[in-house]
């Protein structure tokens, strides 16, 4: 069975977990490719990581799960590249909260024998498209988690309408706006002040980012809908994020349209996690703290 290896840095401290993972899934009989700019970060005594092949990007038929070795920020950019080849993505987590990157380290026997004898699930994730257009150029991009559109003036507030689908929703001033799929709201959307949605939910939520009026709240509308923000300012250029990635945009006003993507994502599930189980461990949600 074939297994990418993905990641970025490796901390001092999780430096032998992260080989003694990989050496596991070696000694397990499984056929590495390790990401080129990962495999840099990585030197082991014990076996010969430079044997095992390296990858930039990969196609459909490279490997039959992607393990991404990190917190969700990591899983986020495994996402990011390899997306377009539908291999499902299965997060170790050596972040903190973990709601992509769900696997703990220490798990790692259970892990291989799951993986080996299939009895883990697929889950599949919404995407969101987004493109807009400035007076050079045409950019589009995707995100797992959000799109957001903020001032870069930390003084200044820019002014947003709001279309569904070609019809006026509504204007407001705020710092921004952030379009969040199901996955994402227990991200940024969740420190918004917007709800919690289960990933199969099959919508979009639009969050205004301290908007400033008290009438404005969340939206959540069918994700079969699309999105556009018109926004304008003065003295102030625009800053675009799609999950971990941003772009400045020099322009006094900008026009950004979002949509569900064809796209989606896959996520490898093993049988002990779940949504609602995270939740629990991760945002301790229901318990009662005055105990």
Not at 21 to 48: D, M, T
Not at 64 to 76: H, P
Not at 249 to 271: H, L, N
Request: contains cysteine; proline residues 4%; charged residues 25%.
């Amino acid at each position: 069975m074939k297994i990418a290896i993905f990641g970025t840095k490796i901390t001092a401290e999780c430096k032998s977990k992260v080989e003694e993972i990989i050496h596991s899934f070696v000694a397990g009989g499984f056929e590495l490719l390790i990401y080129n700019e990962f495999k840099k970060e990585i030197h082991s005594s014990s076996f010969s990581i430079s044997n095992i092949p390296e990858f930039s990007t990969l196609s459909k038929n490279d490997a039959e799960i992607i393990i991404s070795l990190g917190g969700d920020g990591t899983f986020l950019k495994c996402a990011h590249l390899c997306y377009k080849t539908n291999i499902p993505i299965l997060g170790i987590n050596f972040g903190k909260l973990g709601f992509l990157a769900q696997t703990n380290p220490d798990d790692i026997d259970y892990l291989i024998k799951t993986i080996k004898e299939k009895k883990y699930t697929i889950k599949q994730r919404s995407v969101l498209d987004f493109s807009y257009s400035t007076a050079r150029k045409k950019i589009s991009g995707i995100g797992l988690n959000e799109i957001t559109l903020q001032k870069s003036n930390a003084v200044k507030l820019i002014k947003i309408n709001v279309y569904i689908k070609k019809e006026f929703l509504c204007s407001f001033w705020a710092d921004g706006v952030a379009i969040s799929t199901p996955t994402g709201s227990t991200g940024y959307s969740l420190s918004l002040g917007a709800p919690i949605l289960s990933p199969d939910t099959k919508s979009i939520i639009i969050t205004p980012i301290a908007p400033h009026t008290l009438s404005i709240r969340p939206i959540i509308i069918p994700d079969t809908e699309t999105i556009v923000l018109e926004a304008s300012g003065e003295y102030t250029d625009f800053l675009i994020s799609n999950d971990y990635q941003s772009q400045t945009v020099q322009e006094t006003k900008i026009t950004v349209k979002i949509k569900k993507s064809r796209q989606k994502i896959s996520i490898v599930e093993c049988p002990d996690t779940s949504f609602f189980k995270t939740l629990r461990e991760k945002l301790k949600l229901g318990i009662d703290i005055r105990k």
